[in-house]
Structure formats: C-alpha cells, structure tokens
C-alpha cells in the first residue's frame, strides 16, 4: 500500500507496522485491496467505493442502494419504486411502496435500509427486519402499521369458520348484526355478531373490526 506524508508534511512516529511492514500508522492511506509494496491481501473483498475491506461474503455493490450488500449478486434484485435490494422470488410478486426501505423498522425502530438483517417484504407492501417479523409472530399476525394480515390466514379462517359454526350465541344475541371494517380488504359489511369473530362477507377474512353500534333485527324484537 502506498504511504504518503502527513498533511502537515511531517511523517508519522514509527509505531510498528499494521497489515504488512509497509503500512506505518501515522500516515495517510490511498485505499486499495492489496499492498503496493508485497502484495499483502488487506480483505478478501473490498468495494473502491465504499471503501470497505471485508471478508468474502459474496458481497456485491449496489449503485442504486448506495451500499454493499451480502449476496450473492444473483440472488436479489434491485426493485427501484421500493428503493431496495430483494430476493429474486420477490421480483413481481410482492407490492410496492416507494421509498418504503428509507422507514424504519416499526417493531425495534432500527434502520431497515443499510441493515444487515434481511428485510421481510409483508402483503401490504411494509417492510420489517426479517428477526423482528420471526418475534412478532409469536405475539399477533398484524402488520403493525396497517393491521393487514401479515401471511395467508385462509387455513386459520377456514378452522375459525368450524368453531363458529359449533359455537351457536345465547339466544338473545342470535340475531344481532354489527357493521365491521375488514384490514384485509378495507371493506364494509354487516355481519351477524359472534364472540369468536365477524368473517367478511367480501374476502371471508376474519381481521376484520367493528365499525358501529350492534342491533337487532326488527322482526326479531
């Protein structure tokens, strides 16, 4: 690696070399991946404009992020209205936001753009870091932003559909209807009420939320 004088014109104390007996301590550097001098592997990989010396992950640079990213290269796509690097199983298959990587994280409020943890893409198009999203689904299946359902519930609505069914409500709920909002579909409908939960009549979601007062039908009172 090439040496060159400090900025005061003054070469720095000798302090013992670092990397190769060429390298002193005290001076300034002109990056490079190997020493000018003997040819000493400073990183097995290292990006000219980052500037990052590192060991091989087959990392590659990414113009549009702005950053070097763990891949290898061949396994991820840039998705530009998402201003992000994805896994290539993504690439028309998952919904966009612009910009959406420049938010962060909503569960531990990090950074999700230059992490190093990987990025879970949900339905509704938010991002989270892929460990968050893994702790998250311990407690609920919400996204926390937009409470749209986080994966495919349609297993889980199907059985809910059988408890319903072999759970009937004391008579004098047995013709109560509730207006609900569906965060799966953002759909209205009213619904007969159900302690268990209100399915939308338009997408047979369960994530749905009462959005008025109940009643009773009027031949029924």
């Not at 104390?13 to 001098?37: F, I, M, N, S, V």
């Not at 990052?52 to 396994?75: A, M, S, V």
């Not at 994280?105 to 870091?129: K, N, Y």
Request: hydrophobic share 30%; net charge neutral; glycine share 6%.
């Amino acid at each position: 690696m090439a040496a060159t004088s400090r900025e005061d014109g003054v070469r720095g104390p000798e302090r013992g070399p670092r990397g190769c007996e060429h390298y002193d301590r005290g001076c300034l550097l002109k990056a490079q991946q190997t020493c000018e001098e003997c040819s000493t592997l400073f990183g097995e990989y290292y990006c000219s404009i980052c500037h990052l010396f590192d060991k091989d992950k087959k990392q590659y640079h990414c113009e549009n992020c702005g950053i070097c990213r763990i891949g290898p290269k061949e396994d991820f796509f840039h998705c530009l209205k998402c201003n992000l690097c994805l896994a290539m199983n993504l690439q028309g298959k998952h919904k966009c936001i612009e910009n959406v990587s420049r938010q962060n994280c909503p569960i531990c409020l990090e950074d999700i753009h230059t992490s190093r943890v990987v990025a879970h893409v949900l339905p509704c198009g938010h991002l989270l870091h892929r460990t968050c999203y893994e702790e998250m689904l311990k407690e609920g299946y919400r996204c926390p932003l937009c409470m749209h359902s986080a994966l495919d519930m349609t297993r889980y609505w199907r059985q809910l559909d059988v408890e319903v069914a072999q759970t009937p409500m004391p008579s004098e709920y047995q013709n109560m209807t509730v207006d609900i909002l569906c965060n799966d579909c953002n759909g209205r409908s009213t619904v007969q009420f159900h302690i268990l939960g209100m399915k939308c009549t338009i997408c047979e979601s369960y994530n749905t939320a009462q959005a008025g007062g109940r009643r009773i039908s009027l031949d029924q009172q």
